[in-house]
């Protein structure tokens, strides 16, 4: 009989040590869990900071230097038929200096629906510079009249479209930064 209790006492006390284990590691885990969680939410609020940064100083300095200003007098004087050339404002652009593009991986762990705006709005800031590059290269002054007035008209309605999605995208990425 003794050997029957103390069978049953060992049992007993693997049973809880193996318990006390499990309970351990499932606890263990759990604060693992929870500080992951709050160093991806420290790095999504890191990562909206800096975008917001960005997008706040790429629209000072469109603000600040008159761009739209510049291709809406331009445009005016075209219609008046004066012969202006377009106005060269020797854009460039370096990916490799842009929080964007340096963070491209991590944008989709934005919240919803900051990293499609996101999206958006770099692909619009793209075609923006696409068209200033063309204008810097002269490519526009070769073109009709009409095709002038078309193309910046149309460079003029995507630039606002820009301006409008970035102070958009600024509010979202100011709420994210926060959180």
Request: glycine fraction near 6%; include cysteine.
């Amino acid at each position: 009989m003794d050997i029957i209790n103390q069978n049953i006492g060992a049992l007993m006390a693997a049973s809880i040590g193996l318990a006390g284990a499990v309970v351990g590691g499932v606890i263990s885990q759990f604060g693992t869990s929870i500080q992951e969680r709050k160093r991806e939410a420290r790095s999504s609020r890191g990562l909206a900071a800096a975008l917001l940064a960005e997008v706040r100083a790429t629209l000072h300095v469109e603000e600040a230097l008159g761009y739209r200003s510049m291709y809406e007098d331009t445009l005016d004087s075209i219609k008046q038929g004066n012969a202006v050339a377009m106005p060269n404002i020797s854009f460039e652009m370096n990916p490799a200096r842009s929080v964007y593009y340096s963070n491209l991986a991590r944008i989709g762990t934005l919240p919803p629906p900051i990293s499609e705006k996101i999206v958006r709005l770099y692909y619009e800031f793209e075609t923006v510079v696409a068209d200033r590059m063309c204008m810097d290269r002269g490519e526009w002054d070769k073109q009709e009249l009409s095709q002038r007035i078309s193309m910046l008209e149309y460079h003029l309605k995507i630039y606002d479209a820009y301006v409008d999605l970035a102070q958009d995208v600024a509010g979202h990425l100011e709420t994210a930064s926060k959180k």
